[in-house]
């Protein structure tokens, strides 16, 4: 709606509902009190060539002007409805640092940059207070800045990043004018667009897909009350070659590289959890192809929904991954639902503690498209979960992936060994489809060779005679003792021996000699 109502200083535009996950994240942003906000975002960009420091402020508040959902400030009001207020206007939150006078070598002015963003982070939002976004701009010498960007994840999402990078980029090269680029297709659609779906069929859906599981998914310690804890960070780049065969191996079976690493997440995940029967988080893209210029829209698109794995032991591989993605994909016009509303139709078995994010984004400009144009080199990003523990996947050449834990709930070389197991079971997934599910090894060659051969080492030296010339010195030595006793009958070394002996002589007269094989088959009279 429209008012005149001024917010802050400005006159407001509009007030939208919040989109499922904004309305998570606003929970537990005031759950949080007043430690780490785990959800405030950040991202580290260098800039080489010219840049105009006027010019590239303009660009951001003309980018701030274009895209209403980054002026966004979030409210409760007295009846507990949340909502979202749109400013006409807000003010860019802008920081200049210059390091040009100093005389800092490259890596003592990245790590300055370092702690001037750790700064920023450590700085929360106030949820009510729009623009939820802090730009820093870093000056070590007339062709080389740093920008960090610093925002609240409940204002956008990981491709709505590249998006804006991208017209910013334009608006730069245009002298800080986005006319250019004409109208930006609104978040405001997307949410009209929520409005209209069947949440009472995206109920049942999750509660068909979820029906006995018989408890929750957890790996951490369940414990409501724990203050928020910032996570730890493991990192692994598959190779090329692997990464390769997991492209080919997913298109060969119709099936997508995320629903691969769902699979293998899952096998880990029985691992740790003793279960055959997990629960895990996935982050959906939530950008409806019904919703015209979703592509190019800047917002909180993405939603967190449960995935359900039931492994069995006796199953091919390739059968758990196929049906895991047709289940997937049946649920795919009920993802709009919010995760608090599938989990109380689920009940205790939709809960969990862990994710996987998949991070299949567009990029920003690589490279300058014209002389002075912007191009941004990605130096490091920052983003956190309240959850015990993530996986995030980068698809491309090299895949890349990351374990982000809290240190609270898991211990540091448990995720660190996870990356390794995960690269084994990717590995064996990709070599040998048809191997079932119970015989893929979680535990990795030079692990298992360091169990089976290293520390059972139990080799010595043996009798050179054979096992028929030790017999027959036992039946010398010991005729009458016991050999063999089967159903209360016992059978002495002599008496084998004269069986031996009269099984040999019957198989001769069959006309087999000795040295020829022969398959024997022994039944009870």
């Known amino acids: 709606m429209t008012s005149t109502t001024p917010v802050h200083g400005s006159a ?15 929970f537990h942003t005031e759950y949080g009190g007043q430690g780490p906000d785990l959800y405030t975002l950040q991202r580290t960009d260098l800039l080489i060539g010219l840049i105009d420091a006027g010019r590239l402020r303009s660009s951001w508040r003309a980018l701030l002007n274009r895209h209403p959902a980054l002026r966004a400030g979030f409210h409760r009001r007295k009846s507990g409805r949340s909502v979202q207020v749109i400013p006409r206007e807000v003010p860019l939150r802008w920081r200049e640092v210059d390091l040009s006078d100093t005389d800092l070598t490259e890596e003592e002015a990245l790590a300055e940059v370092r702690r001037l963003a750790a700064q920023e982070r450590a700085e929360r939002f106030d949820l009510g207070k729009a623009p939820l976004l802090r ?7 007339p062709e080389r800045h740093w920008t960090v960007m610093t925002s609240h994840h ?3 999402d990981g491709w709505s990043m590249p998006v804006m990078l991208t017209e910013l980029a334009a608006i ?30 995206a109920r049942e859906a999750w509660r068909t897909e979820l029906a006995d599981v018989d408890g929750p998914t957890l790996v951490g310690p369940a414990d409501p009350d724990r203050a928020p804890v910032l996570p730890d960070k493991h990192e692994l780049t598959l190779s090329d070659a692997l ?24 096998m880990l995940l029985a691992r740790l959890t003793g279960r055959t029967d997990v629960v895990f988080g996935a982050t959906v893209s939530g950008r409806p192809a019904e919703v015209p210029g979703v592509e190019s829209m800047v917002g909180l698109f993405i939603n967190s929904v449960p995935v359900r794995v039931r492994l069995d032991g006796d199953q091919p591989v390739l059968r758990l991954l196929t049906e895991l993605q047709s289940r997937q994909s049946a649920l ?17 078995g939709a809960v969990f503690d862990t994710m996987l994010m998949f991070e299949n984004y567009p990029l920003p400009p690589q490279e300058a498209s014209a002389p002075g144009a912007l191009a941004f080199t990605h130096i490091e990003g920052h983003q956190a979960t309240h959850y015990a523990l993530t996986l995030g996947v980068m698809p491309g050449r090299p895949m890349k992936v990351h374990v982000t834990y809290r240190p609270d709930a898991i211990d540091a070389d448990v995720a660190r060994d996870l990356l390794d197991r ?3 079971v990717l590995e064996q997934i990709v070599s040998d489809p048809s191997v079932p599910v119970g015989r893929v090894g979680l535990v990795g060659p030079l692990e298992r060779g360091l169990v089976v051969e290293g520390w059972n080492a139990t080799a010595g030296e043996v009798p050179g005679a054979s096992v028929l010339a030790l017999f027959r010195a036992r039946v010398a030595q010991a005729p009458d003792a016991v050999a063999v006793v089967e159903g209360g009958r016992r ?10 002996d009269r099984v040999a002589a019957h198989l001769w007269g069959c006309g087999v000699g000795r040295g020829d094989r022969v398959a024997v088959r022994l039944e009870r009279s």
Do not use: C
């Open 154 to 156: 409940i204002l956008l």
């Open 422 to 424: 995960l690269e084994w």
């Open 491 to 500: 059978v002495s070394y002599g008496e084998l021996d004269a069986l031996s």
């Open 135 to 141: 730009l820093l701009l870093v000056r070590l010498t």
């Open 12 to 26: 407001l535009a509009e007030v939208w509902p919040l989109s499922p996950l904004q309305e998570g994240l606003l």
């Open 332 to 348: 795919l016009s009920h993802q709009h639902l919010s995760l608090p509303e599938i989990q109380r139709a689920g009940g205790p």
């Open 172 to 201: 730069y090269a245009a002298g800080g004018d986005a006319s250019g680029l004409g109208p930006a297709p609104s978040f405001r659609d997307h949410l009209a667009w929520l409005s209209r779906q069947d949440k009472e069929a």
């Open 243 to 266: 990464s390769d065969a997991l492209t080919t191996f997913a298109r060969r079976h119709g099936l997508t590289v995320n629903t691969v690493m769902q699979g293998a997440w899952a």
